[in-house]
């Protein structure tokens, strides 16, 4: 078996490409259905977010499936292949492995460290497994990916530093007030960044949002969507006043506030200090503002400086998360590597007790005068006898299964014990149950299992 991912990513493809492969959450059960039915798929998970729509699968034949997933694409979003293959990236085993755990972790993100990712590759797993397109491999890999994760915001400072200018500038403004649940924010403009902005404040507990814009309509739409009030350019001077945190960002000529605008504010509030962020280019706030007493002034190239700076510092944190990748596939692969143990074990276990019930069978026929009770005497020393024998054994094939080796010493392991016909029974066992409950995909022979390529 073999673990692959296909996908698409804001790396490889624009908005405009990314946005036709969007799965509404209302029709991802459907589509794992549909992917799960594909031939050669055996366990599937869909990854989607707005920057990327990743399929995650177990296959058992790596090359022919990747043909299949891109014929279910092509169906499922009624695009032509020509027209989405250029923006595929494909990584097989090791490194699907290794891209699942980047992802988790948010060092495959736009925002590297970001925590949302988090949750959206716990959802989809779930979802994946309560829709049964999940098996043993992924309900492990999954569960292992979203446990490192957590770990790995943990025990790191990835997600800690502020990376981009909007969210630099809300920090900015935790330093000086610790929260805003009580402080009233007023936003100047109405564009991208402005609503950047205004996310940022509302998660970081501001409740009491102002927008002010040149169309007030403009400025009706964005504080909608948090709950805020709108006001006219022309009120920006009196809402000062009432302000605790001014954020502008206006693609205005000219400042939109000058020094004695806010020295005018500051007369009504002495006592009350008044948080400023520029971020607009060119500038909205008069630089002079920043001698007005209580005023405290910053613009985008002050927190350009800390984006940088944070930048690195994550980058930094980023590296102490790829040793606990490189850790945990290894505990995959001994995970996976002891697969087959139990499987052989049950095998031992079975012809042995085969043996037993002949020779008791046999011992019958030549003893017939013996009691019930000389038969149970009997029949426990002979198994107590065969469980001894085979205790050893058992417990050195549990010891060597996890090594690197592991897969050679179970071969050799079923060919001392002659278990190959014992094998194959139970194979044909596990694909009957799974063809009954779709919830299992076929669990290969010891053979079988060893051919994912995870060294």
């Known amino acids: 078996m073999h673990i692959v991912v296909v996908g698409l990513n804001y790396r490889t493809a624009p908005v405009e490409v990314r946005e036709r492969f969007a799965i509404a959450p209302e029709r991802l059960p459907q589509a794992l259905m549909e992917l799960k039915a594909v031939k050669s798929v055996l366990e599937c998970v869909i990854v989607g977010t707005c920057n990327r729509t990743e399929i995650y699968a177990v296959v058992d034949r790596k090359k ?7 014929g279910f694409i092509e169906s499922w ?7 989405f293959s250029p923006y595929l990236y494909t990584h097989e085993d090791d490194a699907a492995i290794e891209h699942l755990f980047r992802v988790a972790c948010g060092l495959d993100s736009m925002v590297i460290g970001e925590t949302q990712i988090l949750g959206q590759v716990r959802d989809a797993f779930l979802l994946s497994q309560r829709e049964k397109t999940t098996g043993m491999l992924f309900n492990m890999l999954f569960k292992q990916a979203v446990t490192m994760a957590k770990r790995a915001h943990s025990e ?19 330093r000086i007030f610790g ?28 409740k009491n949002i102002g927008v002010v814009n040149r169309t007030l309509s403009r400025a009706a739409e964005l504080s909608a969507k948090f709950g805020g009030s709108a006001h006219a350019m022309e009120q920006l001077p009196e809402l000062l006043a009432q302000s605790d945190v001014v954020i502008s960002s206006t693609g205005f000529e000219g400042l939109v506030l000058k020094r004695r605008d806010v020295e005018a504010a500051m007369r009504l509030r002495p006592s009350r200090p008044l948080f400023m962020i520029d971020i607009a280019v060119p500038r909205d706030l008069d630089p ?3 001698n007005v007493p209580n005023v405290y002034l910053y613009d985008i190239d002050d927190l350009e400086g800390i984006v940088e700076a944070n930048k690195e510092l994550r980058r930094q944190e980023a590296a102490k998360i790829e040793g606990l990748i490189a850790a945990e596939l290894e505990a995959f692969h001994q995970w996976y590597r002891t697969l087959g143990v139990g499987p052989v074990i049950r095998a031992l276990q079975d012809k042995a007790s085969s043996i037993h019930e002949e020779t008791l069978a046999s011992m019958r026929n030549k003893l017939p005068d013996l009691s019930e009770r000389e038969w149970k005497v009997i029949s426990k020393l002979t198994k107590s006898m065969l469980n001894q024998m085979m205790h050893d054994p058992i417990l050195r094939v549990k010891e060597m299964a996890p090594e690197r080796r592991g897969d050679e010493a179970l071969e050799q392991f079923i060919a001392l014990f002659g278990l190959e016909e014992a094998m194959q029974r139970q194979l044909r066992e596990r694909e009957t149950q799974a063809e009954a409950d779709h919830s299992e995909a076929p669990v290969s022979s010891i053979r079988n299992r060893g051919s994912m390529t995870l060294a």
């Open 156 to 174: 790191t400072a990835i997600g800690e530093n502020a990376v981009s200018v909007s969210y630099a500038a809300v920090e900015l403004g935790k």
């Open 288 to 290: 002079e503002i920043h």
């Open 77 to 83: 979003f009624g695009v032509a292949r020509d027209k």
């Open 64 to 70: 022919i499936c990747g043909q299949h997933i891109r």
């Open 179 to 206: 929260t805003f649940a009580k402080k009233n924010v007023l936003i100047v403009g109405a564009g991208k960044m402005s609503e950047l902005t205004a996310k940022h404040l509302r998660s970081g507990g501001a």
